[in-house]
């Protein structure tokens, strides 16, 4: 009974976040229905390209959401589930939402800009040069990380080649998977070249989907775990080179219907549970200041990242969503929104948790999602039960597709901003930029180098990455809180709501990033550091260093907006 009480009061919570916080926000702020975005102004049918609001819904959410909300709270459950909670619902509403919100708002304003132009509109060219570098730092963690969750989920241990009979989950789960992008650009086809509506498109999807899963049931596919960081690589990189109705926007859209399913799915277990007693959450309700992981301040607010608050989300909030948003007033529900879903995603991952959570703390699962497909299908049956096997298959699988969801479009913002990085201003392309520049901010060129350090990087284990990205992706939050509340300075806009949010997440992650530098320098000296940590070591302090110039640069606005206000 507790799982449904946890459920219900985070579900009643979120929604009344989103009827009242959500509401003042887009008045603070202007939204006007009636003004043309720059998907309808700028439309090239590559990048700038209107989406229905269901789709682009389902393409940010599915982005947005990835592997994050599941492996973070999952690994936060250890200091107990009232902080996880209380963290999901307030991080979320107060910090995430906010973030994402605001982010996509001032880039529709922007002409569909990414968060380093805004910042540059606001802060200088200096600071949005500095923004690019760090944000492409934290792409490319991006990218390791999901790589390295993908070619987890999908590889064979003993290796092969090919279509296999009576397959594995992770056979299966690769599959269904490829069929997916198969059907993703017949999606892509059926509505943007053959002009069929939304609902029937829809209908051939899902059926798409479920043939795909019986055939993956049945026949899987293998191979071994470099083999996939391969192919994943050259997928992802030509995934962010086509046009967005290809790929991104088709394949992200059939993928949240598999997300939505899991969520509805998680819900009708935790009701089930509450009800029959089969299987009971024991997580207690705190365990202490400090656990394994570290202490509550930062490690909780680091751990939990995509569940409250992330970085990236601003990233696909300016980089393509912005880009297909057909009107402002579906920027709340797509924006604030989004983040809310994930939100409560996040305490049903705490809650899929709980059923299993001494398997779990004695390391029985090998990932955290592993033990979200375990404590969901417990709620159903026995673990030698066929309705546990489908539904622990099915959840594994939707873990996975939202992590290359993740990929698709972390790679398309990597192609964006490395390219912006070469380019004098906004309005000159690559093929107008000369000498080293011209080859430098190709899109081809910058797509490619850093799929490539992603998957290097996606070699190691996903612990000597995961905590790095955390650090890395919430100090992004609180840097894309600084951009959107110093643009909105600028345009005379209340933005009085970003500053604590924004000073809370620079705090934690620079207080994370110190601590990951001092321990790294004590391995380095006691001589036991391996290249992995090197790598931590040096990643780490070039995104504080980066992190305090944008912080300073961002007070220094703000100090100005307040004399020219006074």
């Known amino acids: 009974m507790t799982a449904l009480l946890i459920i219900l009061a985070a579900i009643a919570l979120l929604v009344c976040g989103y009827i009242f916080y959500g509401s003042w926000l887009a008045k603070q702020w202007g939204i006007d229905p009636t003004r043309k975005t720059p998907a309808i102004e700028m439309e090239d049918g590559v990048d700038y390209v209107a989406a229905k609001p269901a789709v682009l819904l389902g393409h940010h959410f599915s982005s947005i959401a990835g592997a994050g909300p599941i492996n973070g709270p999952i690994q936060a459950s250890v200091f107990g589930w009232v902080p996880v909670f209380i963290w999901c619902v307030v991080g979320g509403i107060f910090f995430g939402g906010l973030q994402d919100f605001g982010s996509l708002f001032a880039s529709v304003r922007n002409e569909g800009k990414s968060v380093g132009e805004i910042i540059e509109t606001s802060m200088g060219a200096k600071a949005k040069k500095l923004f690019i570098i760090f944000a492409l730092l934290v792409l490319i963690l991006v990218i390791a990380s999901f790589v390295n969750v993908v070619a987890g989920t999908f590889f064979t241990p003993e290796g092969g080649f090919g279509i296999v009979k009576n397959p594995t989950g992770n056979q299966t789960t690769a599959m269904i998977s490829l069929l997916f992008i198969v059907l993703a650009i017949i999606y892509g ?273 996903l612990a000597q990455i995961w905590g790095l990205f955390g650090a890395a992706n919430q100090l992004l939050a609180g840097i894309a809180l600084m951009a959107v509340a110093a643009w909105l300075g600028n345009v005379g806009k209340n933005n009085k709501m970003f500053f604590i949010p924004m000073i809370f997440m620079l705090a934690a992650t620079l207080t994370s990033l110190v601590i990951t530098i001092i321990g790294k320098i004590k391995m380095v000296a006691g001589g036991a550091a391996a290249w992995g940590d090197w790598f931590q070591l040096l990643f780490a302090t070039a995104m504080t260093v980066l992190a305090v110039i944008l912080v300073i640069e961002g007070c220094q606005t703000f100090m100005s907006q307040k004399k020219k206000a006074e």
């Open 189 to 461: 086809i059926l509505t943007t070249r053959c002009g069929m509506k939304t609902l029937p498109a829809t209908i051939i999807g899902i059926i798409g989907i479920i043939i795909s899963v019986i055939i993956g049931l049945n026949f899987g596919f293998a191979m071994g775990r470099l083999a996939w960081i391969i192919f994943v690589g050259v997928y992802i990189t030509v995934a962010s080179l086509v046009p967005v109705w290809i790929l991104l926007q088709p394949r992200d859209y059939l993928s949240s219907f598999l997300l939505y399913a899991m969520i509805a799915l998680a819900v009708i277990g935790i009701i089930m549970s509450a009800f029959t007693g089969n299987v009971s959450f024991t997580i207690p309700a705190f365990t202490g200041w400090k656990t394994a992981i570290g202490p509550m301040f930062p490690a909780l607010f680091i751990t939990v990242a995509c569940g409250a608050c992330s970085g990236f989300h601003s990233l696909i909030s300016t980089g393509t969503s912005s880009k297909q948003l057909d009107n402002e007033k579906n920027a709340k529900p797509i924006g604030y929104g989004s983040m809310l879903i994930e939100s409560a995603l996040g305490i049903i991952s705490l809650i899929a948790v709980g059923m299993v959570f001494e398997k779990y703390t004695a390391g029985e699962f090998g990932s955290p999602a592993v033990a979200f497909a375990a404590g969901i299908g417990s709620m159903f049956g026995a673990e030698t039960s066929a309705v546990y096997g489908t539904i622990y298959a099915l959840l594994t699988l939707a873990v996975s597709v939202f992590a290359l969801t993740s990929l698709d479009t972390g790679t398309r913002l990597s192609r964006f901003m490395f390219s912006e990085l070469f380019l004098k201003d906004e309005e000159e392309s690559y093929k107008e930029a000369a000498g080293v520049r011209k080859v430098l901010a190709h899109p081809l060129f910058g797509t490619t180098l850093m799929v490539l350090i992603g998957c290097i990087l996606g070699g190691l284990k």
